[in-house]
């Protein structure tokens, strides 16, 4: 992390007493979800198939050579909304983050940050692009699903509806009965933190390296921190764990 970019304690701390509900991003904050099981070759896999499939033509070279497995999704969900063909390709996606969920590497100190923010008092939810069902499995093995049970709010099949559309993050507030000002995302893209402004909800960025550093705050991120590591230490502060 480039010097003189971190968070202020004080900035930190003043987002952490206010938010009695957190909503967290998935990949990234909580894990490395593709961490053992390439993202990039999930992407390729998707275009294979739609290629053996006769569809070669339906995307653009733009997204045949994209790296993003979500943006091979959206882009076949632009040209066939809701059709049985984003259903099959939906859930191949998901059988291939599964797949990833048994080999993600935990984000270092989100473990004991989301036990101790439960210890506290906040009420934990999951708002993500990746399936729910992964969500489920990987916090399971890790004995941290009660922390946020029932709330994980990810991918459907209206694709329309992923970040940085909003909607995971109001249905999170919805059931929660949480105000907006009242909560906190942690997410670690630009789209994460669109999604929490259109909704009014203060925001976080976690940047494990420059690049999502510079991402995060040309998109206007103003709190941004490189480690979980100083969150941890200010959520034991403010509730003297």
Same mark, same amino acid.
């Given at each position: ?30 894990? &490395? ?10 992407? &390729?896999?998707?275009? %294979? ?29 632009? &040209? ?15 059988? %291939? ?84 000002s009242a909560a906190l995302m942690i997410g670690d893209t630009p789209s994460d933190l669109q999604a929490a ?45």
């Amino acid at each position: 992390m480039t010097a003189g970019t971190e968070t202020e304690p004080n900035d930190l701390r003043n987002l952490i007493e206010g938010a009695r509900v957190v909503l967290w991003d998935f990949d990234g904050p909580v894990c &490395r979800l593709f961490a053992g099981h390439s993202a990039e070759r999930v992407a &390729r896999d998707l275009v %294979e198939w739609l290629e053996g499939q006769g569809l070669h033509g339906l995307l653009d070279e733009t997204e045949r050579e994209s790296l993003d497995p979500h943006a091979v999704l959206r882009a076949v969900d632009r &040209r066939h909304p809701g059709s049985d063909l984003v259903a099959e390709l939906e859930e191949r996606l998901t059988q %291939e983050e599964l797949k990833a969920a048994a080999s993600a590497r935990p984000t270092p100190y989100a473990d004991p940050l989301v036990r101790t923010w439960t210890a506290v008092g906040a009420r934990l939810a999951v708002t993500t692009n990746n399936s729910p069902r992964v969500v489920r499995e990987y916090l399971t093995s890790r004995g941290a699903l009660p922390c946020f049970a029932p709330h994980l709010y990810g991918r459907t099949r209206e694709l329309q509806y992923l970040k940085p559309h909003p909607h995971c993050l109001r249905r999170a507030l919805n059931a929660m009965g949480a105000a907006p000002s009242a909560a906190l995302m942690i997410g670690d893209t630009p789209s994460d933190l669109q999604a929490a402004r259109a909704v009014g909800v203060p925001f976080l960025g976690y940047a494990r390296n420059d690049r999502k550093h510079k991402l995060l705050r040309d998109a206007g991120a103003g709190a941004i921190v490189g480690s979980l590591e100083p969150v941890l230490k200010a959520v034991r502060e403010a509730g003297r764990v």
